[in-house]
Each structure stands twice: as structure tokens, then as C-alpha cells.
């Protein structure tokens, strides 16, 4: 027993922790979005609803900037608790953009993490191609696939209750998210098994669930991390509840938000593991999100 408990505090004292979670949530191009913003040249932009998500579970948010050099990169991960990788369109191809942050801020929380740092990172939709991507060092390993304005119930693997996002979930929530139209899809790109196969992927990487495209092809819904707390998932649980288009066929019952709240409170008590911190009061109000106002796109949001 003695050598146990003796292991468990050198644990705890190593990683420490938060009950105040800090998040970056890494910025994209503003290609989907320029004609929201006549007349204002943004050079990236966050979708409010990741923000409201986050704070929803009980985090803050800073908002991680694109082209910019490790050294930027590295500081932030320092000072926060976890990062998430937003849904959007942008390219991957783009030079110091998204995908270049994303490749930056994986390399370096990986190596924490291999170090016995516990540092999560989240990928939703284009995060989630983007987690691959950088996995791969770079690879473009995406299909094509047809998967708009879909809401659908998650196909679970059969030993999906091993990984850690389900482990300790309650039957309610698996039920509805077996059961229910509550993931909502909004992707032409798709990640398959046989990619992950034909990558190597597989045996870092668990495939929870997959769902089918309108055409009847197969992808990857959720995936975790087997070493690290790196999740992804295709579906959108944000906009359940923070998303109000109407064109765009959202799913808005309460299952839905609860499953969405699911999510949120998972990431962040992840991220109250490490114990990363700005080194004081000031900066850390300079960095977070507050400093910046939401722009009402909705009189530009043509129904
Ligand atoms: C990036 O990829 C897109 C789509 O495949 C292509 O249209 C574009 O020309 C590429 N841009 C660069 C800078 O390579
Ligand atoms: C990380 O941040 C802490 C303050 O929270 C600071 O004391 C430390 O020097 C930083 N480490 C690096 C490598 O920048």
C-alpha cells in the first residue's frame, strides 16, 4: 500500500491542478466568413458559439492567433490549460494559418504531455481533420464525403465504453446519443478506418464511434488519444445551444443540449489536471477573451 500512495502524491505534486481552467481556442481565415463583415478586413475570426461552449463548463477563453512563432505558441500553452481546435472552412494549404498554428501547438503539447505534463487538446469537425492532419505531421489523408445539415445518432464500436470519453458517462446521455437525431454534421470531408488503417494510427488512436454520409459512407465520428487526452469529434455540440440559424436545420432539444453539455464538462475537467497558469493577474486579463467583442453577424446572416 505504502509504495502506492507514496507514487500518488509525487503524481499530484507534479501535475498539480486548477478549478480555473484557462482555454485557447485557436483562430481560423476568414474565407467563410468575409461576406458577414462587409467592409471590415478581419484577418481571422473565432465563432462565439466554441467561446460560450467552454465557458458554459466553467472555463474562460483566450483567443490563440494565427502566424505567429513557436515562441508565441509555446507561451500560450504554457499559461493555459488545454487548447481546442474549432470546426470552420479554411484550407490547410494556407502558409502560416491554421493549420501551421495547429501543427506548432501539437508538436509542443505532445512533447509535454510524453513528458508527463497533462496537457488536453480538443478537435471539433475541421479540428478533428486538423488532429489528424498534425498527427501525420502534415498529411492530407481527408475523403471526400457528403454529411450537410445532418442530425444523427452516434454509432458506437462495440468496446467503445473502454475509452475514456465514455467511460464513466451516464446511461442517459449514451442512450440519447445512441438513440437520437442529436449530432449535427456540417462537413464535406470525411476521415475512414481504412485511412486510419493505412496510416498507422490505429494503434495510437481509438475510434469510438462512426455514422455514414448521405451517400452510405462510412467515417469517423469520434476518436481519442490512447496515451493522451486528445479528442476529437466530426459533430458540432456547440451550436445545440448556442446556434440559431435557421436555414441550417439545428437540433435544439434537450437531449441535444444536454449531450452538448456532456462534452464541454468533459474537456474542461480534463484541463483542470494541469496546473498552468499566467505568472500573474495582469497578464492573464490582457490575454483573455473579454478584451475582444462578438460582432452580430445575424442582419448579415441571410436565412
Ligand atoms: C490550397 O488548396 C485549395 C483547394 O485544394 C486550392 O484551391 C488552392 O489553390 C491551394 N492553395 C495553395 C496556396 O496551395
Ligand atoms: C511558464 O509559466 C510560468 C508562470 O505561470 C513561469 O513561471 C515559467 O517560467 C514559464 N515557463 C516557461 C518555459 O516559459
Same mark, same amino acid.
Given at each position: ?8 502524491? $509525487? ?29 471590415? =478586413? ?11 461552449? $467552454? ?54 503539447? $505532445?512533447?509535454?504531455?510524453? /513528458? ?22 502534415? &498529411?492530407?489523408? #481527408? ?17 467503445? #465504453?473502454?475509452? @475514456?470519453? *465514455? ?17 449535427? /454534421? ?24 462512426? /455514422? ?14 490512447? &496515451? ?10 456547440? &451550436?445545440? =445551444? ?7 436545420? $439545428? ?13 464541454? /464538462? *468533459? ?9 498552468? @497558469? ?26
Amino acid at each position: 500500500m505504502l509504495p502506492f500512495c507514496v507514487l500518488s502524491l $509525487l503524481l499530484v505534486q507534479t501535475l498539480g491542478a486548477t478549478d480555473v481552467p484557462i482555454i485557447g481556442i485557436l483562430s481560423q481565415e476568414t474565407f467563410s466568413v468575409n461576406s458577414l463583415f462587409p467592409g471590415i =478586413n478581419y484577418d481571422s475570426f473565432i465563432a462565439a458559439s466554441y467561446v460560450k461552449y $467552454l465557458e458554459s463548463a466553467g472555463a474562460r477563453v483566450v483567443p490563440i492567433m494565427i502566424g505567429k512563432n513557436k515562441e508565441y505558441y509555446k507561451e500560450l500553452i504554457n499559461h493555459t490549460n488545454g487548447i481546442l481546435f474549432p470546426g470552420g472552412a479554411t484550407f490547410f494549404n494556407q502558409s502560416d494559418g491554421y493549420a501551421d498554428a495547429g501543427q506548432i501547438i501539437y508538436d509542443i503539447a $505532445l512533447e509535454l504531455n510524453k /513528458n508527463g505534463d497533462y496537457y488536453p487538446i480538443w478537435g471539433t469537425c475541421l479540428g478533428m481533420e486538423l488532429m489528424v492532419h498534425v498527427a501525420l505531421g502534415g &498529411k492530407e489523408v #481527408r475523403s471526400h464525403c457528403s454529411a450537410t445539415k445532418i442530425s444523427m445518432p452516434l454509432e458506437f464500436k462495440s468496446d467503445f #465504453r473502454t475509452s @475514456k470519453l *465514455f467511460s464513466n458517462a451516464p446511461d442517459d446521455i449514451v442512450e440519447d446519443l445512441t438513440n437520437l437525431d442529436i449530432t449535427y /454534421n456540417s462537413h464535406n470531408y470525411c476521415l475512414t478506418e481504412e485511412t486510419f488503417e493505412e496510416n498507422n494510427l490505429l494503434k495510437d488512436w481509438q475510434i469510438i464511434s462512426t /455514422n455514414k454520409d448521405v451517400n452510405d459512407f462510412e467515417f469517423i465520428s469520434v476518436f481519442e488519444s490512447k &496515451k493522451y487526452p486528445f479528442y476529437s469529434i466530426q459533430f458540432h455540440p456547440e &451550436k445545440a =445551444n448556442f446556434e440559431f440559424k435557421s436555414s441550417l436545420i $439545428l437540433p435544439h432539444s434537450a437531449e441535444a443540449i444536454k449531450s452538448s453539455q456532456y462534452f464541454a /464538462n *468533459f474537456f474542461i475537467e480534463e484541463t483542470k489536471k494541469n496546473s498552468h @497558469k499566467y505568472p500573474d493577474w495582469q497578464s492573464e486579463q490582457e490575454a483573455l477573451i473579454y478584451n475582444y467583442s462578438p460582432h452580430f453577424t445575424g442582419l448579415q446572416n441571410i436565412q
